[in-house]
């Protein structure tokens, strides 16, 4: 035999039910708010480094075109990973430069880019391009990221 359950034991059931769906639907969104944050950050990572590279490739191409000056392009040649040393370059080409670098990417310096150049043969000049940028938020821990491009160039 078959019992029905009586009116009373039902109430606040459907109540329930909602506040279960609510709470569901409220994980879902917070879920979509942090990916969404996430994939800000990463969006505007990637504009960096994208523009980190053009920049590197934009004095690069100004050395190509100014080959038999290319020794006075050299800027704070020593030290690595984003403490360089050394002395700045005197080349108005290479002080430009390092303005736009400035104006485009976020807490970077003139000491945080470098440029080397040197000579693997006597007709040939090696010339790596580093670039780095601080994002606002990493400013207090002193992580910096980097952009190096390295060329080739016939004197």
């Known amino acids: 035999m078959k019992t029905t359950p009586s009116p009373k034991s039902q109430k606040g059931s459907a109540l329930l039910e909602a506040l279960f769906a609510i709470l569901i639907f409220s994980i879902g969104i917070l879920a979509l708010v942090g990916l969404q944050a996430v994939s800000i950050k990463n969006a505007i990572e990637a504009k960096h480094r994208s523009d980190a590279s053009y920049m590197a490739n934009q004095i690069i191409s100004q050395m190509w075109v100014d080959r038999s000056n290319l020794n006075a392009y050299a800027h704070y040649e020593t030290g690595t990973?984003?403490?360089?040393?050394?002395?700045?370059?005197?080349?108005?080409?290479?002080?430009?430069?390092?303005?736009?670098?400035?104006?485009?990417?976020?807490?970077?310096?003139?000491?945080?880019?470098?440029?080397?150049v040197t000579t693997p043969s006597a007709d040939t000049r090696q010339v790596k391009v580093t670039v780095c940028w601080q994002s606002p938020r990493e400013i207090a821990a002193g992580t910096f990221h980097n952009v190096a491009t390295t060329a080739q160039i016939n004197i």
């Open 81 to 116: 990973s984003c403490s360089f040393s050394g002395s700045a370059s005197a080349n108005a080409n290479v002080a430009g430069w390092i303005t736009q670098v400035g104006a485009v990417l976020p807490g970077t310096a003139a000491t945080k880019t470098q440029i080397q």
